[in-house]
């Protein structure tokens, strides 16, 4: 039977008598190694001080020409395109000019935007690009 080797970990929380500092306290050791210890200790900033968290920028905001992922945060931009790369099974390129990301020169762009609309018209069931393309550029049925 192999030896187990054991974590100890002592944590302890402090705050002061008059609220303004907390402190956070931990020892550890691994095993029959050498025990660690830190100390931390932190005042309490004026409430004043805390700024709220920034609005996230939409995608129209971050980048030229959006014109169908209007309200759509810049940062999940990139993920939903990857998507369709995949749904579709092709590159970037195959809808957008190489370094003119915003340019309307290719056909199939334009077919993107079309089914996009299509696929998130208000009071229709949800429908994604792999539901008719799965890793195809053409559909397997055509669109009803």
């Known amino acids: 039977m192999k030896p187990v080797t054991l974590l100890h970990v ?15 306290q931990e020892w550890d050791q691994f095993g029959s190694g050498a025990a660690a210890e830190e100390d931390m200790v932190s005042e309490k900033q004026p409430d004043n001080s805390w700024q709220p ?8 905001e971050a980048s030229k020409n959006i014109q169908v992922m209007k309200g759509l945060t810049a940062s999940r931009l990139m993920p939903v ?12 390129v195959y809808c957008h000019v190489p ?12 077919t993107a935007r079309k089914m996009l609309k299509m696929t998130t018209s ?8 792999w ?3 799965r890793r195809s550029s053409k559909p397997a049925s055509p669109p009803q």
């Open 122 to 129: 208000p009071g229709k069931r949800p429908v994604t690009s």
């Open 10 to 24: 002592n944590d302890r929380w402090t705050l002061s008598d008059d609220g303004q500092t907390l402190r956070f």
């Open 81 to 92: 395109m990857n998507l369709f790369t995949k749904w579709l099974g092709v590159e970037c």
């Open 53 to 60: 968290d920034a609005q996230p920028k939409l995608a129209e």
């Open 99 to 110: 370094n003119d990301f915003p340019s309307d020169d290719r056909p199939a762009k334009q």
């Open 131 to 133: 539901i008719c393309h």
